[in-house]
């Protein structure tokens, strides 16, 4: 519940009548100071008039005044600079390190406040604040999922970076890892991951221009040429284990992986691993798997081009966009300071349409508007990071939830 005490300070929801420290001085909020998030005062460089004197430094808040030196805080210097400490209940008077005695403020939270939030983090529903949405305006709230998307795409950006980091700054094999990895859809993403960094690129591409040998060496790591033998037939599923015999001596290849450490199950045929090898083999013997024709790309319809191999979906090519496409564009436009490279990124989750699935069909039976792709990542990442974890006093919608009557 301190978090919520701390909530009632950041906006200022505060009572109607004048604040008094505990000794009768009357105090006039300038600026509530930088919420602290790591260790220290839970607010940096505020600025409050006390009485005739105006300070400028930090405030600590607690449920209870004595909990300041059950935090240790009296024996802390950096609390030395404490110009208010805040309580919901004032229980004793409190010292800092170097002999001071911060003013101190009781301040209740307000019941209509508690009351929301209590609903907020004991219902079932998704999404929670869902009976907020329809009353807050397109406007406010695209606002929000604007700074939504910010968040995902430097997230997933810094995915991709961190893949270049472990391929020692290797764009070429990072682009390759992050293809395969979304050709995984999901269920199988974080093992196409792990089979495509096992893929020694810069050795097999001598080989490129044969698709034959290509499939052999991929299917053939993946552990999963008897079962590629459903598609193309036993005769052909020989004629690969013999020749990824004859690549893996020639390239010292690892250890391959094992059928087993494949997921099947609950997955349509379609995207068997196997099919998704087959596809992502053609997409790279045709050379359109590079870095520089996924990012250099015009536009969306360019994009389904280089994409349309091997019989996917326009809906797999569209989640490709999105998720390989996009954080790379944007991933490499930050590495290079390029803001035509993230604007791209951007742009083209605009001209998308926004992905179908169970979360963006909750926000849209609550009336809010689901469009683009640029829509439904916002909110993927509300769910993800806000709602998963109940971090509803970070949310712009509980905001406007909590401050119901």
């Known amino acids: 519940m301190e978090k919520l005490l701390h909530y009632v300070w950041k906006h200022k929801i505060l009572p109607l009548k ?10 006039e909020i300038l600026d509530p100071g930088t919420y602290n998030t790591n260790q220290g005062p839970d607010f940096f460089n505020a600025k409050v008039k006390i009485g005739e004197t105006l300070w400028a430094g930090n ?7 004595s909990d300041w030196f059950r935090h240790g805080h009296d024996s802390d210097p950096s609390y030395n600079n404490t110009i208010l400490h805040i309580a919901q209940v004032v229980d004793c008077e409190v010292t800092t390190e170097d002999g001071n005695h911060p003013p101190q403020l009781q301040l209740d939270i307000p019941a209509h406040l508690y009351q929301n939030y209590q609903e907020l983090c004991q219902t079932d529903d998704y999404p929670r604040c869902h009976k907020i949405i329809p009353s807050i305006p397109q406007m406010k709230a695209h606002m929000w999922m604007d700074a939504l998307l910010a968040e995902r795409m430097k997230e997933r950006a810094q995915k991709v970076q961190d893949r270049v980091n472990r391929l020692n700054g290797d764009w070429e094999q990072a682009t390759f890892v992050t293809l395969c990895r979304n050709f995984g859809f999901g269920l199988n993403g974080d093992t196409f991951e792990r089979w495509a960094m096992m893929i020694p690129l810069q050795g097999i591409g001598k080989h490129r221009d044969n698709l034959f040998q290509i499939e052999a060496i991929f299917l053939g790591m993946a552990g999963l ?3 590629a033998a459903q598609v193309k037939g036993q005769e052909m599923a020989e004629r690969w284990k ?14 391959p992986m094992k059928a087993s450490d494949w997921k099947f199950l609950r997955t349509r045929p379609k995207n068997f691993p196997h099919v998704r090898i087959l596809q992502i083999a053609e997409l ?3 050379g359109k798997a590079q870095m520089s024709a996924l990012t250099e790309a015009k536009d969306v319809k360019e994009m389904h081009r280089i994409l349309g191999i091997g019989g996917t979906s326009a809906k797999s090519r569209n989640l490709l966009i999105i998720n390989t496409i996009v954080p790379l564009l944007y991933a490499y436009g930050t590495h290079r300071s390029d803001e035509k490279l993230i604007q791209k990124a951007i742009v083209l989750l605009e001209e998308l349409p926004a992905e179908d699935n169970y979360i963006l069909r909750q926000w849209k039976a609550c009336g809010l508007g689901v469009e683009t792709a640029a829509d439904s990542q916002a909110l993927i990442q509300l769910k993800r990071e806000y709602c998963d974890r109940k971090d509803c006093l970070r949310c712009r919608f509980a905001y406007e939830f909590l401050k119901m009557d």
């Open 225 to 227: 040429i008897d079962d």
């Open 284 to 286: 790279y013997h045709s």
């Open 59 to 65: 405030i600590e808040l607690h449920l209870k005044a």
């Open 18 to 27: 004048s604040l008094l420290t505990t000794d009768g001085r009357e105090i």
């Open 242 to 255: 013999r020749e990824f015999g004859f690549l893996s001596h020639k390239f010292q290849l690892s250890e």
